[in-house]
């Protein structure tokens, strides 16, 4: 990781203006504040260790872990957290739809077989039976993707989700109350989502997730004051996050037992879940499966889909002025 802190200094200079045409960003902070998530293994994880984002950015910086995206968002929106990494992709768009002031700059990890929904072994359930479902409990932290991903399911099964009776819970607590056999189906994500699967199994794989065109990933926001304030920043934040990417895919067990340090997490575990992530670096980032247009568009068809549900209100005509990919194109 050395390595990535010299190559990314020479790269860098921190009083350089960054888009062209751009306002003179605002005197630098003291400190940056980011909000990640616990027990979700990034490759990025390194540099926040190493502090390689405080030497490269010239800042302190705050890591401050949520147990949600809807979570990170409020912290947005109050001006408490000027970044998030890794936030949950549905509670960005519906952050976005309900007009909280953030912006999508980069994508932080794609992945498929990390966030599900796991029935209990002693409910039955199946795909086959699925509507017994209806008037049983389901545990899912509601605006996130796997709400989104547990009503997409929901709809293909022709279960009447609003005759689910939905709680909304933090993973981990959905996971105890899984143990408990206090509900008949729990989704979530990560540690805890591993801890669900030693008590049932999914109702859908990823795989047959995917082929109804649902797709899990997570994203880079920041708060949209800061975005105009330190474009400088949000940069040199990217950068350090596409090299460690970069450094990771090269060798990834130099890098896997720092992660799982930093994830607080076994190297076990923490490597089990790593296999199932993808890290986009920026020629992925810019291109048109991801920022420049596939997102854009799935952004409006996952906030429509909020809306049929009754899950938001609205939505947006569009979504592309949510979604900035100015701030990739400048890393080196």
Same mark, same amino acid.
């Given at each position: 990781?050395?390595?990535?802190?010299?190559?990314?200094?020479?790269?860098?200079?921190?009083?350089?203006?960054?888009?062209?045409?751009?306002?003179?960003?605002?005197?630098?902070?003291?400190?940056?504040?980011?909000?990640?998530?616990?027990?979700?293994?990034?490759?990025?994880?390194?540099?926040?260790?190493?502090?390689?984002?405080?030497?490269?950015?010239?800042?302190?910086?705050?890591?401050?872990?949520?147990?949600?995206?809807?979570?990170?968002? !409020?912290?947005?929106?109050?001006?408490?957290?000027?970044?998030?990494?890794?936030?949950?992709?549905?509670?960005?768009?519906?952050?976005?739809?309900?007009?909280?002031?953030?912006?999508?700059?980069?994508?932080?990890?794609?992945?498929?077989?990390?966030?599900? +929904?796991?029935? *209990? *072994?002693?409910?039955?359930?199946?795909?086959?039976?699925?509507?017994?479902?209806? #008037?049983?409990?389901?545990?899912?932290?509601?605006?996130?993707?796997?709400?989104?991903?547990?009503?997409?399911?929901?709809?293909?099964?022709?279960?009447? *989700?609003?005759?689910?009776?939905?709680?909304?819970?933090?993973?981990?607590?959905?996971?105890?109350?899984?143990?408990?056999?206090?509900?008949?189906?729990? +989704?979530?994500? #990560?540690?805890?989502?591993?801890?669900?699967?030693?008590?049932?199994?999914?109702?859908?794989?990823?795989?047959?997730?995917?082929?109804?065109?649902?797709?899990?990933?997570?994203?880079?926001?920041?708060?949209?004051?800061? !975005?105009?304030?330190?474009?400088?920043?949000?940069?040199?934040?990217?950068?350090?996050?596409?090299?460690?990417? #970069?450094?990771? !895919?090269?060798?990834?067990?130099?890098?896997?037992?720092?992660?799982?340090? !930093? *994830?607080?997490?076994?190297?076990?575990?923490?490597?089990?879940?790593?296999?199932?992530?993808?890290?986009?670096?920026?020629?992925?980032?810019?291109?048109?499966?991801?920022?420049?247009?596939?997102?854009?568009?799935?952004?409006?068809?996952?906030?429509?889909?909020?809306?049929?549900?009754?899950?938001?209100?609205?939505?947006?005509?569009?979504?592309?002025?949510?979604?900035?990919?100015?701030?990739?194109?400048?890393?080196?």
């Amino acid at each position: 990781m050395k390595a990535i802190v010299s190559n990314t200094l020479k790269k860098m200079t921190l009083g350089t203006a960054l888009l062209a045409g751009s306002v003179i960003a605002a005197d630098k902070p003291d400190t940056v504040t980011v909000g990640y998530f616990l027990e979700w293994p990034t490759a990025n994880q390194v540099a926040q260790v190493e502090k390689t984002y405080d030497k490269v950015m010239g800042v302190n910086m705050e890591w401050r872990a949520f147990d949600s995206g809807t979570a990170m968002s !409020a912290a947005m929106a109050s001006g408490d957290v000027d970044m998030a990494y890794s936030q949950g992709f549905v509670p960005f768009t519906v952050a976005v739809s309900q007009g909280l002031p953030i912006t999508m700059v980069g994508t932080a990890v794609s992945y498929a077989e990390n966030d599900n +929904c796991v029935v *209990s *072994s002693q409910s039955g359930i199946t795909q086959a039976n699925a509507k017994e479902l209806e #008037g049983k409990k389901v545990a899912v932290p509601f605006g996130t993707v796997s709400h989104y991903k547990m009503l997409r399911m929901m709809s293909h099964l022709n279960v009447d *989700s609003t005759k689910v009776r939905l709680l909304d819970m933090a993973p981990a607590d959905s996971a105890a109350a899984m143990a408990r056999n206090d509900v008949a189906m729990a +989704c979530g994500w #990560g540690g805890a989502l591993r801890r669900m699967k030693t008590y049932g199994s999914v109702l859908m794989t990823a795989a047959e997730q995917e082929a109804l065109g649902i797709r899990v990933f997570d994203v880079i926001s920041a708060n949209n004051a800061f !975005a105009k304030n330190h474009p400088e920043l949000i940069t040199q934040f990217l950068q350090v996050t596409n090299d460690s990417n #970069g450094a990771y !895919a090269q060798n990834p067990s130099k890098y896997q037992p720092l992660i799982a340090k !930093a *994830s607080g997490l076994e190297v076990d575990d923490a490597n089990q879940l790593l296999a199932l992530f993808k890290f986009p670096l920026k020629e992925q980032q810019l291109s048109k499966q991801w920022m420049g247009g596939a997102v854009q568009q799935f952004t409006k068809e996952v906030a429509d889909f909020f809306v049929l549900h009754n899950q938001i209100p609205k939505a947006l005509p569009d979504y592309s002025a949510a979604i900035d990919s100015r701030f990739f194109e400048q890393v080196k």
